[in-house]
T-cell receptor
Framework: EAQVTQNPRYLITVTGKKLTVTCSQNMNHEYMSWYRQDPGLGLRQIYYSMNVEVTDKGDVPEGYKVSRKEKRNFPLILESPSPNQTSLYFC???????????FGSGTQLSVL | GQNIDQPTEMTATEGAIVQINCTYQTSGFNGLFWYQQHAGEAPTFLSYNVLDGLEEKGRFSSFLSRSKGYSYLLLKELQMKDSASYLCAAPNTGGFKTIFGAGTRLFVKA
């Protein structure tokens, strides 16, 4: 079964404490992306990756890092989280950029 | 730049038909997507249009007019479970990302 596995589902943390949200897909897709979703703003892209070791900034990359060492994994790293990063995060993947996206189940992050 | 606009909220009655509109501005075109998102859940793919006209898939249909930068999602025989947000989205001209509208929250009432 095609899956995008994203963990954790919920996370509460404090300002400055480094955290990682994991994303893994079993569809052998080249394209992976991270979005954050905030009320009234819709989904905004944080970072994307076209393939292994190829990553680039999206619209709102400040305060985030990513890595793509393997095709299946695309973790999102917040080295020093701040309250304005409180949001709902989604990992997404597709075979190619212009194809439909498959989303992970989401991570609701609260930074206190 | 690119921009996608859609209404913020709509309300419709169970069993009725509702049309959710989307207008987009792009300097190129790589197709237009509709996704459904229930509260607290991930978006799921509904439809994709790359040519002008209507694409029908069961109770859901999607229409595209490239010359007008316009699309709509048509939901027939509304059911309570159709209460959700509907996201209009388009890959950008460079093909590196998909731009999303803010979404239309649909409330289906009995």
């Amino acid at each position: 079964e095609a899956q995008v596995t994203q963990n954790p589902r919920y996370l509460i943390t404090v300002t400055g404490k480094k955290l990682t949200v994991t994303c893994s897909q079993n569809m052998n897709h080249e394209y992976m992306s991270w979005y954050r979703q905030d009320p009234g703003l819709g989904l905004r892209q944080i970072y994307y990756s076209m393939n292994v070791e190829v990553t680039d900034k999206g619209d709102v990359p400040e305060g985030y890092k990513v890595s793509r060492k393997e095709k299946r994994n695309f973790p999102l790293i917040l080295e020093s989280p701040s309250p304005n990063q409180t949001s709902l995060y989604f990992c997404a993947t597709s075979g190619r950029v212009s194809e439909k996206l498959f989303f992970g189940s989401g991570t609701q992050l609260s930074v206190l | 730049g690119q921009n996608i606009d859609q209404p913020t909220e709509m309300t419709a009655t169970e069993g009725a038909i509702v049309q959710i509109n989307c207008t987009y501005q792009t300097s190129g075109f790589n197709g237009l997507f509709w996704y459904q998102q229930h509260a607290g859940e991930a978006p799921t793919f509904l439809s994709y249009n790359v040519l002008d006209g209507l694409e029908e898939k069961g109770r859901f249909s999607s229409f595209l007019s490239r010359s007008k930068g316009y699309s709509y999602l048509l939901l027939k025989e509304l059911q309570m479970k159709d209460s959700a947000s509907y996201l209009c989205a388009a890959p950008n001209t460079g093909g590196f990302k998909t731009i999303f509208g803010a979404g239309t929250r649909l409330f289906v009432k009995a």
